[in-house]
């Protein structure tokens, strides 16, 4: 069996993978509150000849939860997340979790965010304020004040670091267990006037597709080495018969 051709093919198809990751993160790098994707790749070994050979898979695209940069805006409707925690949003897709803090008062006084899906206190539910009030101010418990009096609270949620993340509109994510509101607002906030940007690192993404080259390079010179032998050897069993 030419087991070569099917150790390219497994290469070829991590290859595929690792290069939409790094198309779709450079897309998203300048979107706010984005969180980059990655890939994990692990190798599997095949027995059914009688030499082990170490095929590619095709890789595990995870979601990466590190922090993006802050900017000062001063715009008091923009808010950034502080620590690892999440603002809450209401979409079509069910509750999600975002990192982009970018707000709106609709003409009833609902909180949005700019694409429109509701922001959410810690129980889960919308969040009203006096559209004719003006601006409110956010502390970084998430209490929100409009003209001296407390109107509520902007809610924020841990995600199990453990928990698998699947996108969601608005740089949203849904997680496979539920999230916990915080309550505690010593290693989490959120900060009035910033809004938080993507978490891609350019020049990361520019080595990961050096290193996407290379990879292809190799690949494609071993499937050619394989064709030729191939060719050769279907050549020599030729001239023999």
């Not at 300048?30 to 190798?43: C, L, M, P, Q």
């Not at 191939?230 to 020599?236: D, H, M, P, R, S």
């Amino acid at each position: 069996m030419q087991s070569n051709f099917y150790v390219g093919m497994s290469g070829q198809l991590a290859i595929e993978r690792r290069l939409q990751t790094v198309a779709s993160n450079v897309a998203n790098m300048n979107t706010a509150g984005y969180r980059a994707d990655g890939v994990t790749f692990e190798t599997v070994m095949s027995n059914t000849g009688e030499t082990p050979v170490a095929f590619s898979t095709e890789g595990q695209t995870y979601i990466s939860r590190m922090s993006g940069e802050l900017t000062k805006t001063d715009n008091p409707l923009d808010v950034a997340v502080q620590g690892d925690a999440w603002f809450g949003i209401k979409t079509p897709s069910g509750v999600a979790y975002t990192h982009d803090g970018r707000l709106k008062i609709g003409a009833g006084g609902e909180i949005t965010t700019i694409n429109n899906y509701p922001i959410l206190d810690a129980g889960g539910s919308s969040m009203i304020v006096d559209p004719s009030a003006g601006p409110p101010v956010i502390a970084q418990d998430g209490m929100l004040t409009q003209q001296g009096r407390q109107i509520g609270a902007i809610g924020l949620f841990s995600i199990d670091p453990n928990t698998k993340l699947t996108r969601a509109p608005n740089s949203a994510v849904i997680p496979d267990k539920a999230a916990t509101p915080i309550l505690d607002f010593t290693d989490a906030g959120m900060a009035q006037g910033f809004i938080e940007g993507s978490n891609v690192n350019p020049v990361l993404e520019l080595s990961k597709l050096i290193q996407i080259q290379h990879s292809l390079d190799s690949v494609t010179s071993m499937n050619q080495e394989s064709d030729s032998s191939l060719q050769e050897a279907i050549k020599t069993l030729g001239s023999n018969t």
